[in-house]
């Protein structure tokens, strides 16, 4: 995403000298700033000139804020986010400014009404840059560093961002606990410490019932909350017992996060979207399903929203893409993946459509990671602070093609939720002949 160059987003509102004025004026001012770490806390700040003030500018204060050494300055980066729009900056943006843009941005990006736009607000975040590799991840000592990174992906655990099985989430759940309240605690005082905190705050929020509402209430106190419980104090027995010497708080931490990591998509930028349901019954009837799409360094992945599972996981390896844009009123923004299938025992090319108006920012940034990934595996080195957001390419210029040549390797299809479900999906099949 570029802020500050001419036609990558809409011009700001006109607001005449008043609105110059305010800019100017920030520019010697010193004001206060929140910058937000995933969770409830904050690191305030004062600045001085923050209408002008860039990201590189910022991320300077607040790693000395929260101690973060230097080794570690590509670990996280700023994002601006809302419930309707998640975006990372680049080092160069400028927040202030790029917060003038914001209504601009939710109606170019987001299906949102009217209303809902002009009530919208945007933070500034402080969170896991996308473009840094899982791999230099677990070799992070400082402690501080990494519980960073254990909150955010605590919060996205519990949240049903990541979708996982239940012996995944159970024992993250148990580590939590561990981490939260220490080791050793025998069963009375960790059954009480567990209801004290609810499990809410330690498994994900569609599994705990946490959602609210009389009918999650009573089905708190049936059966399937104590299940919940006891399997939860279990997972936390065995930890609390395993090893002769208790293990470290860092490692328990890189324990959480290295089992974060057998899920691919742990470090995505996350779009929304929609997909063409298959048609069922006597009508045919159809319609379209809400899904979250991941994107990282690593490939693509289509999620169920309501469900919390995989419908399609493909690395970058397996796929092709495009993006096409509305033709007339009415028509969408479309994310085209392209992937290889079979039917009847004939192998075919198959194509997922992806409805959302980020379509072109989720296409910019599959360009960006490939092109990562090209220079990476080429032994060449690319500029990695590319941020979130609207593709390089000339307006209507097609997104791209897939990596690699010849055929694609075949997905496997298994009952885990992080595996794809390509039976599920309504796809236009084609063979191609060449």
Not at 411 to 423: A, E, F, T, W
């Amino acid at each position: 995403m570029e802020g500050d160059e001419c036609g990558r987003f809409p011009p700001e509102p006109s607001e005449g000298k008043s609105q110059r004025g305010s800019v100017a004026s920030s520019v010697t001012r010193a004001q206060d700033v929140l910058v937000y770490l995933v969770g409830d806390s904050a690191v305030h700040l004062c600045v001085e000139g923050v209408g002008c003030v860039s990201v590189q500018e910022l991320g300077h204060s607040v790693r000395e804020a929260l101690h973060i050494p230097d080794s570690a300055m590509d670990v996280f980066a700023f994002w601006l986010c809302s419930p309707l729009l998640e975006l990372q900056l680049k080092p160069k943006h400028q927040p202030y400014k790029l917060c003038r843009q914001w209504q601009d941005l939710l109606y170019r990006f987001t299906e949102a009404s009217e209303e809902d736009i002009s009530q919208d607000e945007p933070s500034l975040q402080y969170r896991r840059n996308v473009f840094y590799p899982k791999s230099k991840e677990l070799q992070i000592e400082d402690e501080g560093v990494l519980r960073l990174l254990y909150d955010e992906a605590r919060v996205n655990i519990l949240a049903g961002r990541f979708p996982c099985d239940p012996e995944t989430w159970m024992g993250l759940g148990a580590l939590s606990f561990a981490l939260e309240l220490g080791i050793g605690l025998d069963d009375q005082k960790a059954t009480a410490a567990l209801r004290e905190k609810k499990l809410i705050s330690f498994l994900p929020v569609h599994v705990s019932g946490g959602g609210g509402g009389l009918f999650s209430t009573l089905r708190g106190k049936g059966g399937r909350q104590a299940g919940l419980e006891h399997n939860l104090l279990e997972e936390y027995r065995k930890i609390s017992t395993s090893g002769s010497t208790p293990l470290e708080p860092t490692q328990r931490l890189r324990q959480y996060l290295s089992t974060c990591h057998s899920l691919p998509y742990y470090g995505c930028a996350f779009f929304s979207g929609e997909i063409d349901k298959p048609a069922q019954g006597i009508l045919y009837r159809a319609g379209r399903k809400a899904v979250n799409v991941g994107i990282s360094l690593e490939g693509v992945y289509v999620m169920d929203v309501k469900e919390k599972h995989v419908l399609l996981g493909l690395r970058f390896s397996e796929l092709s893409w495009d993006h096409s844009y509305p033709e007339g009123e009415g028509d969408s923004h479309i994310l085209w993946l392209e992937f290889d299938g079979e039917e009847a025992g004939t192998p075919v090319n198959k194509l997922l459509k992806i409805y959302s108006k980020q379509a072109e920012l989720m296409s910019g940034l599959i360009e960006f990671c490939v092109e990562l990934r090209s220079a990476a595996e080429g032994g060449t080195t690319t500029e990695t602070d590319g941020a979130v957001g609207p593709s390089h390419q000339p307006a209507g210029q097609a997104g791209g093609s897939g990596e690699g040549n010849g055929r694609r390797g075949k997905l496997r299809r298994q009952n885990s939720v992080v595996c794809s479900r390509i039976h599920t999906l309504n796809t236009i099949s084609y063979v191609d002949n060449g």
